[in-house]
């Protein structure tokens, strides 16, 4: 058994989906850091022709005489020459508060997803055990009615024997009865032949396996699972993945509260920025003719500072902060019945097994008594053959109890999975997955 619940663990392919759960949540708290060390850092940087300059010179003379010489300088398409282009922009968030307020938010994250795949591993491995009782019961049905229809086969030939012989001791009724009790009983054996085959594709897929042909066991036959621990204990070590999942959550509520509140504040980040251009153009200046000191392209800028910026949609901001809060506050309410009330279904799964062992113990004594009457005419039979035809009353009654005995065998380890998983403890209780001593 502890082999089906390993496997289960490791390769029940809805498992493996949960899993990415969990990556996503760890990424997005490795993620974090990354998003806040310089959010904003770019660099543009551009290259294209630049267009030429010509300045053109007018001279007027006043009504004074004076001259006066107007430059004016304009692009000329010819000659064109390269030009570079470069802009450097960085920001710098300062919110220490928020960045501290998110991590917590996203390791509490990373709980709640843990908790959550526990509580799916805990629910698949119940699952999968489910299908292993389910199979192993109906291999025990399988084999008691295969050998019941033998039997049957058998009183129906020495019945129809003496109807031929035209024995006294047998009616065509007797064979009539014993005809129609053979369709229960056929009818009792495809229902566990249907329910042995739909367990073993339900167990095959639990275990990742590719076909129901895959499966292979080693306990076929349904046994009673071992006693569980008595409620106290169960009580005592109650492990409930949901609370681990509503105390992770709480934490969670109470950072991003933290965060939507310190949103009020301004973002306040250092800042830098740094331009700088160049083009390469001759004649700019017939005047002067060093390009590289006189071109009007040419250009180196920068500043560097504190900066802040405040949302001014303040109610918007307040609004996000109380739905955090109450969203924080229905948690905690939640908390103050969530044990509670787990630990209450819990105890009512455990009064539902303790019923069933008293079901167990009625069965096996009317089973026994079964057995006892059919032995007892089967012994009457083997001394006087006439009365094969008593059989069939002891032999049905054995064969109804016989089935009542292992539906509650079956039915209590169902209880008994439902009390662990309802405690938590599924994973951990030596019954289901051994123990590592030697």
């Given at each position: 058994?502890?082999?089906?619940?390993?496997?289960?663990?490791?390769?029940?392919?809805?498992?493996?989906?949960?899993?990415?759960?969990?990556?996503?949540?760890q990424?997005?708290?490795?993620?974090?850091?990354?998003?806040?060390?310089?959010?904003?850092?770019?660099?543009?940087?551009?290259?294209?022709?630049?267009?030429?300059?010509?300045?053109?010179?007018?001279?007027?003379?006043?009504?004074?005489?004076?001259?006066?010489?107007?430059?004016?300088?304009?692009?000329?398409?010819?000659?064109?020459?390269?030009?570079?282009?470069?802009?450097?922009?960085?920001?710098?968030?300062?919110?220490?508060?928020?960045?501290?307020?998110?991590?917590?938010?996203?390791?509490?994250?990373?709980?709640?997803?843990?908790?959550?795949?526990?509580?799916?591993?805990?629910?698949?491995?119940?699952?999968?055990?489910?299908y292993?009782?389910?199979?192993?019961?109906?291999?025990?049905?399988?084999?008691?009615?295969?050998?019941?229809?033998?039997?049957?086969?058998?009183?129906?030939?020495?019945?129809?024997?003496?109807?031929?012989?035209?024995?006294?001791?047998?009616?065509?009724?007797?064979?009539?009865?014993?005809?129609?009790?053979?369709?229960?009983?056929?009818?009792?054996?495809?229902?566990?032949?249907?329910?042995?085959?739909?367990?073993?594709?339900?167990?095959?897929?639990?275990?990742?396996?590719?076909?129901a042909?895959?499966?292979?066991?080693?306990?076929?036959?349904?046994?009673?699972?071992?006693?569980?621990?008595?409620?106290?204990?169960?009580?005592?070590?109650?492990?409930?993945?949901?609370?681990?999942?509503?105390?992770?959550?709480?934490?969670a509520?109470?950072?991003?509260?933290?965060?939507?509140?310190?949103?009020?504040?301004?973002?306040?980040?250092?800042?830098?920025?740094?331009?700088?251009?160049?083009?390469?153009?001759?004649?700019?200046?017939?005047?002067?003719?060093?390009?590289?000191?006189?071109?009007?392209?040419?250009?180196?800028?920068?500043?560097?500072?504190?900066?802040?910026?405040?949302?001014?949609?303040?109610?918007?901001?307040?609004?996000?902060?109380?739905?955090?809060?109450?969203?924080?506050?229905?948690?905690?309410?939640?908390?103050?019945?969530?044990?509670?009330?787990?630990?209450?279904?819990?105890?009512?799964?455990?009064?539902?097994?303790?019923?069933?062992?008293?079901?167990?113990?009625?069965?096996?004594?009317?089973?026994?008594?079964?057995?006892?009457?059919?032995?007892?005419?089967?012994q009457?039979?083997?001394?006087?053959?006439?009365?094969?035809k008593?059989?069939?009353?002891?032999?049905?009654s054995?064969?109804?109890?016989?089935?009542?005995?292992?539906?509650?065998?079956?039915?209590?380890?169902?209880?008994?999975?439902?009390?662990?998983?309802?405690?938590?403890?599924?994973?951990?209780?030596?019954g289901?997955?051994?123990t590592?001593?030697?």
């Open positions: 058994m502890s082999d089906i619940v390993r496997l289960t663990l490791e390769h029940q392919p809805q498992l493996a989906e949960d899993s990415l759960n969990l990556v996503k949540a990424q997005q708290l490795d993620l974090l850091p990354r998003k806040v060390i310089l959010p904003e850092f770019n660099v543009s940087v551009g290259f294209g022709p630049a267009p030429g300059f010509r300045d053109d010179y007018t001279i007027d003379t006043t009504i004074h005489g004076n001259v006066v010489k107007t430059d004016t300088t304009r692009y000329a398409w010819w000659p064109l020459g390269p030009a570079f282009g470069t802009d450097i922009t960085v920001a710098q968030p300062l919110n220490v508060g928020r960045l501290r307020a998110g991590m917590r938010a996203a390791r509490a994250g990373v709980r709640v997803a843990s908790a959550d795949l526990d509580a799916n591993r805990q629910t698949q491995v119940k699952t999968a055990l489910e292993l009782f389910g199979l192993q019961y109906a291999n025990r049905m399988v084999g008691i009615l295969q050998g019941a229809d033998v039997r049957v086969d058998s009183l129906d030939s020495a019945m129809q024997k003496k109807l031929d012989d035209d024995d006294d001791d047998v009616s065509q009724t007797d064979l009539f009865q014993l005809r129609m009790g053979r369709f229960e009983l056929e009818k009792d054996l495809q229902e566990a032949i249907l329910g042995r085959a739909r367990a073993r594709e339900g167990l095959a897929f639990a275990l990742g396996l590719p076909n042909d895959s499966l292979h066991l080693q306990d076929s036959l349904l046994e009673p699972l071992p006693e569980l621990p008595p409620l106290d204990t169960l009580s005592t070590d109650f492990a409930h993945p949901d609370l681990v999942k509503l105390k992770a959550g709480l934490d509520k109470q950072a991003l509260l933290d965060v939507e509140r310190a949103n009020l504040g301004p973002d306040i980040y250092l800042f830098g920025k740094f331009s700088y251009t160049k083009s390469w153009v001759e004649n700019r200046n017939q005047a002067n003719p060093d390009v590289l000191i006189t071109d009007p392209l040419n250009n180196v800028s920068g500043m560097i500072g504190l900066g802040f910026t405040w949302h001014l949609n303040f109610w918007n901001q307040l609004g996000n902060v109380h739905s955090a809060e109450l969203e924080l506050q229905t948690l905690r309410r939640k908390q103050a019945y969530a044990r509670k009330g787990l630990e209450a279904q819990m105890k009512d799964s455990w009064l539902g097994y303790r019923t069933l062992r008293d079901r167990i113990a009625s069965a096996q004594k009317a089973r026994d008594a079964a057995e006892s009457w059919l032995h007892v005419v089967a009457q039979a083997d001394i006087d053959p006439s009365k094969s008593d059989l069939v009353a002891p032999y049905k054995w064969l109804d109890f016989q089935g009542k005995y292992w539906e509650a065998v079956y039915q209590r380890n169902l209880a008994a999975l439902n009390v662990l998983l309802g405690s938590g403890l599924i994973l951990q209780w030596p289901l997955v051994g590592s001593e030697p």
